[in-house]
C-alpha cells in the first residue's frame, strides 16, 4: 500500500504538501494540487485514519464504535448495525463494527474496539437484554441499543415491544384470524413480559 512519502516523491513536493492536498487543497496553487492529485490517482493512495487519529488532528472525521454483542446473527439486528452506519454518513462520521460473541473473554474485544480511538461507542446486542459493561466503556461516550444495565446510568435505546406485539396482534385480528398461535419467549427474556401484556 503506498504512503505519504510514497506520493510527496512521485508528485516532487513534501510531505506537508500532500497533507495539505488532502485536507486543505484551496491552500495550494493548482498546478501543485494538480500533481498531487495525480500522484495519489496513480498510486491509488488512501489516507491513514488511524494515523490521523493518533496525532490528534483536529480536521479528522469522527468515529463511531460499535460494540456488537451477537448481533450479526438475525435480520432485525443487522438492519440496526446497518442503520448505525447509515445515519453516521449522513452525518459526516464513519462507523466500524467489532463483533463480541458470548464465549469469549470482553477484555480482548473492548482493547481492539479502543485501539482505534473511537469518539463514542455503541453496545449493541441480539434481543434485548441486560449487559454487564465492560469498565474501560464506563468512561467513554455509551449508548446502548437494545439492551440496558441496571447498574450504570447509559442512555439506552430499546425496541417497544409491548406496541410491536400489540400491532402485530391486531393485525392477525383485522385480516380474520381468531387463534392466532403465540410463541411466547422464556420468563428471562426481559422483553416477554412486554410481549405478552402486549
Not at 498546478?31 to 495519489?40: L, N
Not at 447509515?86 to 452525518?91: D, I, N, S, V, Y
Not at 409491548?162 to 387463534?179: N, P, T, V
Request: with cysteine; glycine share 6%.
Amino acid at each position: 500500500m503506498a504512503s505519504l512519502k510514497d506520493v510527496a516523491k512521485l508528485a516532487g513536493v513534501s510531505l506537508m504538501t500532500v497533507s495539505r492536498a488532502i485536507n486543505e487543497p484551496d491552500k495550494l496553487r493548482a498546478e501543485t494540487y494538480r500533481r498531487v492529485k495525480q500522484a495519489i490517482d496513480q498510486l491509488d493512495y488512501v489516507p491513514d485514519l488511524a494515523a490521523r487519529r493518533i496525532r490528534g488532528d483536529g480536521g479528522r472525521v469522527q468515529t463511531i464504535g460499535v460494540l456488537a454483542l451477537d448481533t450479526a446473527t438475525t435480520p432485525f439486528s443487522v438492519e440496526m448495525i446497518l442503520s448505525i452506519e447509515k445515519t453516521a454518513r449522513e452525518h459526516g462520521w464513519n462507523s466500524f463494527v467489532v463483533n463480541l460473541f458470548d464465549d469469549e473473554s470482553a477484555e480482548h474485544t473492548v482493547d481492539l474496539l479502543l485501539a482505534h480511538r473511537p469518539d463514542g461507542v455503541i453496545f449493541t446486542a441480539m434481543g434485548l437484554r441486560q449487559v454487564t459493561l465492560p469498565a474501560k466503556l464506563l468512561d467513554k461516550r455509551l449508548v446502548l441499543a437494545n439492551c440496558f444495565s441496571r447498574t450504570q446510568r447509559i442512555a439506552s435505546y430499546i425496541p417497544d415491544d409491548e406496541q410491536g406485539q400489540y400491532d402485530a396482534a391486531r393485525a392477525l385480528i383485522a385480516k380474520g384470524y381468531r387463534a392466532p398461535l403465540c410463541i411466547y419467549l422464556p420468563e428471562d427474556v426481559p422483553a416477554a413480559v412486554l410481549r405478552r401484556r402486549g
